[in-house]
């Protein structure tokens, strides 16, 4: 067995998943305009925490149980959504205050950087569907027989990609051009923002009352 014939393509379909618009990107992009590139950067971070969490999950058959236990997932699309609603709410009530600005270049207070990632961190896991995706490429993907080092570096990959892109995400929209714009159309971006985050919760939680 090519064991790193096996790791690429887990890779591969990784960055594939990573770079699918979706709630993730959308609070990635949004934080690292209308705050910092720190704070993208740190929401990035929330998100790689987020897929390490889930590929661990996978990893330790979390398909099989929520297929086994399908109240389990309907419950997880039922909480999920409400997350999502609920962070649209507040982009939405939020739009028209004005926006300061962070002055001078000096080191940001740790519980900014904090409340950014575990902003990254809970959009990343409020989907259940991300779950269902990490175990669906692992069973298909995983070999049988593995050795210990393989799993340990999963976790590894996963993190490096699902941070890694949303930090060039953060980098590229928190130059002046794009905060510029931001700056000039604010409540309607957020307001768009903040819809398009509702909807999707609103879509999950549908889905989980047709289960």
């Not at 109240?71 to 909480?79: Q, T």
Request: aromatic share 10%; glycine share 10%.
């Amino acid at each position: 067995m090519d064991y790193t014939v096996a790791l690429l393509s887990i890779a591969g379909a990784m960055v594939i998943g990573a770079m699918s618009p979706g709630p993730s990107f959308l609070m990635v992009a949004r934080t690292a305009v209308a705050s910092s590139r720190a704070h993208g950067v740190a929401a990035a971070l929330g998100m790689g925490a987020g897929g390490v969490l889930f590929a661990l999950a996978a990893l330790s058959g979390l398909q099989a149980v929520l297929v086994a236990v399908p109240a389990l997932y309907v419950f997880l699309k039922a909480v999920g959504g409400v997350y999502l609603i609920y962070l649209g709410y507040r982009i939405w009530r939020r739009a028209a205050r004005p926006l300061a600005l962070m002055a001078g270049s000096g080191p940001l207070p740790a519980r900014q950087l904090a409340r950014s990632f575990l902003l990254g961190f809970g959009t990343q896991v409020s989907n259940p569907k991300t779950a269902i995706v990490y175990a669906s490429i692992f069973a298909a993907l995983l070999p049988r027989v593995v050795p210990a080092w393989f799993f340990a570096a999963v976790p590894l990959i996963v993190f490096a990609i699902e941070t890694g892109w949303y930090s060039i995400v953060a980098f590229a929209l928190s130059t002046a051009a794009p905060r510029a714009a931001y700056l000039r159309y604010k409540v309607w971006i957020d307001r768009a923002a903040g819809g398009v985050m509702a909807m999707l919760g609103v879509k999950l939680v549908g889905s989980a009352a047709d289960v």
